[in-house]
């Protein structure tokens, strides 16, 4: 079974940067949907970005300032975080769908999880 470990959250100032990695241990991950999604406390937990065969996927509040990325070789999905706001303070997660379909903002879609990694954006 597919494992999946994210890295890179941590206590970063608003306007700052941060590149969250997912290493994906297992079967490759070239054909499968993989997707990033987060938890504020006292939240449900929201799509962030997307990314399969048919091409990147955004929610509307970070859409210009994530970027979504992937490198099979090393069984790896990014997540560059930029112009980071108060809000965007969450628990992160990646997500990986054996088989990528279209609703890639449902997390019901996708079938292993990461624990998590924890961002917070102080103002």
């Known amino acids: 079974q597919e494992q999946l470990v994210e890295s890179g959250g941590g206590l970063v100032q608003a306007g700052d940067s941060l590149r969250l990695s997912c290493a994906v241990s297992?079967?490759?991950?070239?054909?499968?949907?993989m997707g990033w999604f987060r938890q504020a406390p006292g939240k449900e937990r929201e799509f962030v970005a997307a990314?399969?065969?048919?091409?990147?996927y955004y929610a509307d509040s970070v859409k210009g300032r994530f970027t979504i990325s992937r490198d099979n070789a090393k069984n790896t999905v990014y997540l560059q975080a930029n112009s980071l706001k108060p809000e965007d303070t969450a628990v992160y997660y990646c997500?990986?769908?054996?088989?990528?379909?279209?609703?890639?903002?449902?997390?019901?879609?996708?079938?292993?999880w990461g624990q998590g990694t924890q961002v917070t954006v102080s103002s």
């Open positions: 997500a990986a769908a054996r088989v990528p379909r279209s609703a890639v903002t449902n997390p019901r879609e996708y079938d292993y």
């Open positions: 297992g079967r490759t991950i070239s054909t499968y949907g």
């Open positions: 990314i399969n065969w048919r091409g990147t």
